[in-house]
């Protein structure tokens, strides 16, 4: 189990990113209906080109370590909502497990329903994006991505695919479903990268 402590001894509002207000409540934002899917029937694919190079189960998921998150989150329509909890699986963990050929630099995450989102595989790795599959000691309901979500809190929430099925391995950077309509490519709160130029 960690405890990020992220900005554990900062003011609520040091821990607030620029043109970011509190939220209290956890709003649900979802470009599509919501997805409902079985953890039986649930796997998540990575993908090399083409090829399939691992498939995880939620038996197998579950027998990853369990890690606990306790951090804040911040959306790019504006609200950030501070220590909030998770509990998943860390990428960091996943891959050791993977026989990965090459070096990626990016990947692209993709959820049931089709929503995608492309992130640095550096932003995935050293224990800052998880599979979450918990939220304030629950299951996380099917409005906010259950049963399995992508977590990366340092970046804005949309990169946060709900209803996560898989990654395929990028070498070079392709936009998502946000940033084709032009959301910003990295996406970090504290840099207010909402829109590509900014
Ligand atoms: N599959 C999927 N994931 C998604 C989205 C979506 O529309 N579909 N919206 C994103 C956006 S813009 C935000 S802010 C967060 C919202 O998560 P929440 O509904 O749990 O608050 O999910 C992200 N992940
Ligand atoms: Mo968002």
Redesign the pocket.
């Known amino acids: 189990m960690i405890n990020e402590g992220f900005g554990q001894n900062k003011s609520k509002n040091e821990k607030i990113p620029p043109g970011q207000y509190l939220e209290k409540s ?7 209906p919501t997805v409902h899917i079985n953890k039986e029937s649930w796997d998540f694919t990575i993908f090399e080109n083409d090829t399939i190079i691992s498939k995880i189960s939620w038996e197998e998921l579950n027998d990853f370590p369990k890690k606990e998150i306790n951090t804040d989150i911040h ?3 504006k609200w950030s909502k501070l220590e909030t909890n998770w509990e998943g699986v860390s990428f960091k963990d996943i891959f050791e497990s993977v026989p990965i050929k090459k070096k990626y630099k990016y990947i692209m995450a993709y ?1 049931e ?1 089709g ?1 995608t989102t492309n992130v640095p595989m550096n932003d995935i790795l050293d224990d800052k994006g998880f599979l979450a599959f918990k939220y304030d000691k629950k299951d996380i309901t099917p ?3 259950g049963p399995v979500r992508l977590f990366i809190p340092h970046l804005y ?2 990169k ?4 996560i099925r898989g990654i395929k391995l990028l070498e070079n950077d392709e936009p998502g479903f ?1 940033e084709k309509y032009g959301y910003h490519m990295y996406g970090d709160p504290w840099k207010e990268q909402r829109y590509q130029g900014d």
């Open positions: 956890f709003p649900i934002l979802s470009a599509g959306c790019v329509t959820s329903g929503y409005e906010h991505g929430f949309w946060s695919a709900k209803w946000w």
